[in-house]
C-alpha cells in the first residue's frame, strides 16, 4: 500500500462528553487481532483468527482514528494482537502523525511485545512516536518461553535497546502471576530502573477463554506493594492517566512504578478512553459487552456524518463502571480476548 490517502477534518464537532460527564480524549485501537506470540494468560495456543477480509484497511482505520480526533480525542494507542505484525502499519502511523505535526494529538503511541522494534524503532521515532509500552513478564529466557509460547527472549531484548538507541521512552507492562514470575518482581524493578525504565505491573483480567484456570495465577497488586515495601521505600505520585493506574517513585532506585488493579474499580469515574478493534467495533469499557459497530457507518457514506452520530450513540451508552471478578469455575467475565480490543 502507498500513501494513505487522508482528509482534512471539517468544520468543529462537538467534544465527547459521557452521560457521566467524562469527557473522552484517549482511544485505543486495535490494529489486528493476530500476534506472533501466544501468551499463556492472553491466547489459546491454536487461535482461530479474524479472516482478513473482515479487518478494516488501513484507510479506514485512518478515517476512524481521525473522527476521535476531531471529536477531541487527544491520546492515540495503537495496539493488538501485536500492532507490528500489521503489513504496512507504519503507513497508518505516518498518516496520522499529521494530527501531532496540527497539534490536535498530544501522544501518538503503541503497546507492543517488543519482538519487532528492533526493525521499526527508527521510523516510529521518526514518525513522532515518544514513549512505548512495551509487554515483558520475565527476564528468564527459558521462563519466558514458557510464558509467550512462540516468542524469542533475544528478539525482544534488541528490540528494547534498538528502542533506547532511537530515543524512545520505554514503560514496561509485567503481568504478574503468582507462580510464574512473582519471584522476579524485584529482579524485573531493578532492570528498568537502571535503564530509565517506568515499570508497570498488571493484575490478570478475566478476558477470553484460555487454556487453563487463571484464580490459580492471579496475585493481587495489594500484595506485590506490601511485600516491596518490606524492602523499598514507596512514595505514591499523583501522576493520572485516568485509567486503573496508580504510580509510586522508588526513592532507592529513583524510577516509577505503577500498579494496574483492573478488579478492584475504583478508576471508573475518572474513566476517559474507549477501545476500538480491528473490525471496528467500539467497546465503551473493558468489561462490559456492550459495543458499538463503527464499520457499517464508515462504509455507508464517503461523508462522516453517519459515523459522527453513531459515535455520538456510542458514547451515550458509556457505562459508569465495570465488575470483573476471577472465581473459580467461572466463564471469563468478558468472552472475548484481550488481544481482540487491546490491553
Ligand atoms: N501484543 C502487545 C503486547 O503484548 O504488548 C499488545 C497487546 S496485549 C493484549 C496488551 C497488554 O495486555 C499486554 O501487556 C499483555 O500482557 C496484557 N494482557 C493480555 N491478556 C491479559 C489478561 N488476561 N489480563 C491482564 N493483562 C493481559
Ligand atoms: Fe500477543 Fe500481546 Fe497477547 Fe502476548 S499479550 S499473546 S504478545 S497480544
Known amino acids: 500500500m502507498g500513501e494513505i490517502g487522508f482528509r482534512h477534518s471539517d468544520t468543529a464537532r462537538p467534544a465527547l462528553i459521557d452521560p457521566f460527564a467524562r469527557a473522552i480524549t484517549y482511544l485505543r485501537v486495535s490494529v489486528t487481532d493476530r500476534c506472533d506470540f501466544r501468551c499463556v494468560y ?31 480525542v487527544r491520546k ?16 497508518l502511523i505516518n498518516s496520522l502523525s499529521r494530527h501531532l505535526k496540527s497539534g490536535a494529538l498530544s501522544e501518538l503511541t503503541l503497546t507492543t511485545n517488543g519482538s519487532q522494534l528492533s526493525r521499526f524503532a527508527d521510523d516510529l521515532r521518526a514518525a513522532g512516536v515518544r514513549r512505548l509500552n512495551v509487554s515483558l513478564d520475565t527476564l528468564d529466557p527459558d521462563r519466558f518461553k514458557s510464558i ?23 514503560k514496561i507492562n509485567m503481568v504478574a502471576l503468582r507462580d510464574v514470575n512473582a519471584d522476579e ?15 508497570t505491573m498488571i493484575e490478570t483480567m478475566p478476558l477470553g477463554d484460555i487454556e487453563g484456570d487463571r484464580t490459580d495465577q492471579f496475585l493481587p497488586l495489594s500484595e506485590v506493594r506490601r511485600s516491596l515495601e518490606q524492602r523499598y521505600t514507596l512514595t505514591d505520585l499523583p501522576d493520572r492517566t485516568g485509567g486503573p493506574a496508580r504510580y509510586v517513585r522508588v526513592e532507592e532506585t529513583g524510577g516509577r ?16 478512553r474507549v477501545r476500538l478493534t480491528c473490525t471496528g467495533t467500539l467497546f465503551m469499557c473493558l468489561g462490559h459487552e456492550d459495543a458499538a459497530d463503527l464499520r457499517a457507518p464508515l462504509r455507508a457514506s464517503e461523508g462522516d456524518e453517519l459515523l459522527h452520530a453513531a459515535i455520538d450513540a456510542a458514547i451515550a451508552r458509556k457505562p459508569e463502571g465495570h465488575d470483573f471478578v476471577i472465581d473459580r469455575g467461572q466463564a471469563p467475565a468478558v468472552s472475548r480476548h484481550m488481544s481482540m480490543t487491546g490491553g
Open 42 to 72: 492472553c491466547m489459546a495456543e491454536n487461535m482461530t483468527f479474524l479472516p482478513k477480509r473482515d479487518l478494516l484497511t488501513l484507510e479506514e482505520l485512518d478515517r476512524l482514528c481521525s473522527a476521535f480526533v476531531a471529536r477531541g
Open 76 to 91: 492515540l494507542r495503537l495496539t493488538g494482537g501485536e500492532p507490528l505484525v500489521r503489513r504496512n502499519l507504519l503507513d
Open 148 to 170: 509467550t509460547r512462540w516468542g524469542q527472549f533475544g528478539k525482544v531484548m534488541d528490540g528494547l535497546r534498538a528502542a533506547e538507541e532511537a530515543g524512545l521512552q520505554v
Open 185 to 199: 518482581i524485584e529482579t524485573m524493578l531493578r532492570f528498568c530502573h537502571e535503564r530509565g525504565y517506568d515499570l
Open 257 to 272: 512504578l505503577g500498579f494496574i488493579t483492573p478488579m478492584t474499580h475504583n478508576f471508573c469515574e475518572s474513566c476517559n
